[in-house]
């Protein structure tokens, strides 16, 4: 399963950005779906993730209550709804799958958001 990842560009700080992934095949209910991301100078760091089958949520500190991941199920795409960004959110962020929490194993290609302040 190859992820494709779109949605990022550019942003004042509070606006707003949907990430989307599209999966190339099926994503199983066992899948961990998530969002990394990656500053630069810095380390990928841990955004948001998800358990496919129950479509229970998990979300770093830094981006709680500002981003809300969801899936749908059938069309094996989910999204990031990014809102009051602020410049540190800048970063890569890329799309992953893995079968357990924080453990990615594919990694879609990176989608850029900038946020200027």
């Known amino acids: 399963v190859q992820l494709q990842a779109s949605g990022g560009g550019l942003v004042t700080a509070g606006g707003s950005l949907r990430l989307s992934c599209a999966a190339s095949g099926r994503i199983f209910s066992s899948a961990v779906m998530g969002w990394f991301r990656q500053a630069p100078g810095k380390e990928r760091e841990f955004v948001a993730e998800?358990?496919?089958?129950?479509?229970?949520?998990y979300y770093a500190d830094s981006v709680k209550g500002r981003v809300t991941l969801y899936r749908y199920t059938a069309e094996n795409t989910m999204y990031l709804q990014m809102n009051s960004l602020k410049p540190e959110d800048t970063a890569l962020y890329y799309c992953?799958?893995?079968?357990?929490?924080?453990?990615?194993?594919?990694w879609g290609q990176g989608t850029l958001v900038t946020v200027s302040s």
């Open positions: 998800v358990r496919w089958g129950t479509g229970r949520t």
């Open positions: 992953t799958r893995g079968v357990s929490l924080r453990e990615p194993i594919t």
